[in-house]
């Protein structure tokens, strides 16, 4: 149905119809709306301001337009993102909130500036949560920014207390800098904190490395004693020290199969055998020291297990017995 334009919706007893021009009607259970918007400027366009990314309004960092004491404020303007510095069209509703106070600030004689916007954003879908802060990996790439990740699938609170269900976060940081870009994390409970606390993160312009130093509120109930955004911010701060080194998904074609590295999967015999990924050598963690001698030196290994905690064991063994070591970002799990 691609390239069909939609001309509406009907209501139906069992679902929506979805009408299309010059075309038979879709049938669908649910229909789901995510194209983003388009500023309608047509006032201002007449008024000859300058606009800039699809037809928004430009302004200063004072929300003034390019006519002097004309100010614009919202899902119409062109900002500046705050990570990048590079022009953007974000509409959010706290944005817009914040402009609108700045430019009441200045009509009224003062001086407030508006530092760009980061894109921290959430939604919930269903039972699950999904939230963002910062630059993405893929814009980030864009922006011409060398950068690195982790991500890594923490419970959303003790995994001992009843309750806690898993999410998965991204972090994203450039690299040589280890400055913090952003964050996505996906999961049912507890993620609108931790995007929170990483949103301030990034707006404080802490490190990636320091966000294991955040002292977070800890209980049971609500975190783990060292909490996903402490988590993260470990890890970070073992690729800096070069304890840990990772490979990625995307990766994965480009690892060699030629029996030139060691393919080597960390889990129990019983989660291998629920799944797996072709070419690797079950040797379960617990089993690495005896059994480290049927892994051929010389060879770099490629590790991977199901959440890279125990991968990341099995890494630091083979390390300390001379071997070159890759941990598979995020796990089997995420891979699953």
Same mark, same amino acid.
């Given at each position: ?53 699809? #037809? ?80 993405? #990996? ?199």
């Amino acid at each position: 149905v691609l390239g069909y334009t939609v001309e509406g919706f009907k209501e139906k007893d069992n679902g929506v119809e979805v009408l299309l021009k010059d075309n038979p009607s879709l049938q669908a259970d649910m229909v789901v709306l995510a194209i983003g918007v388009t500023p309608d400027t047509v006032l201002a366009k007449e008024a000859g301001l300058e606009l800039g990314i699809k #037809e928004s309004i430009v302004v200063n960092d004072r929300m003034e337009t390019s006519v002097p004491d004309i100010y614009a404020a919202g899902d119409a303007v062109q900002v500046k993102h705050y990570v990048t510095g590079n022009d953007a069209l974000i509409s959010l509703a706290g944005p817009a909130n914040k402009q609108g106070r700045i430019i009441a600030d200045n009509i009224c004689g003062g001086d407030s500036r508006y530092l760009g916007s980061q894109g921290s954003s959430i939604i919930k879908v269903f039972d699950m949560t999904a939230a963002t802060t910062g630059i993405n #990996e893929t814009n980030a790439k864009k922006s011409g920014l060398e950068v690195d990740t982790v991500i890594l699938s923490p419970m959303s609170h003790a995994g001992y207390y009843p309750g806690g269900k898993v999410m998965t976060m991204k972090v994203v940081f450039e690299k040589e800098t280890y400055r913090l870009l952003g964050a996505q994390i996906i999961g049912y409970e507890g993620v609108d904190k931790r995007i929170d606390v990483l949103a301030t993160a990034i707006h404080a312009g802490l490190k990636a490395t320091q966000l294991k130093d955040l002292d977070l509120a800890y209980a049971p109930p609500y975190s783990s004693a060292k909490d996903s955004v402490n988590m993260a911010g470990f890890m970070i701060d073992n690729i800096a020290k070069g304890t840990l080194k990772q490979w990625h998904l995307e990766d994965m074609d480009k690892i060699s199969r030629d029996k030139s590295v060691v393919l080597l999967d960390v889990r129990t015999v019983g989660e291998f055998n629920m799944g797996h990924m072709d070419g690797f050598k079950n040797i379960p963690v617990d089993e690495l020291r005896e059994r480290i001698n049927e892994i051929e030196k010389g060879k770099p290994v490629y590790l991977i297990c199901q959440s890279e905690l125990r991968s990341y064991i099995a890494s630091r063994i083979l390390e300390g017995n001379g071997y070159e070591t890759y941990n598979f970002s995020g796990g089997f799990r995420f891979y699953d």
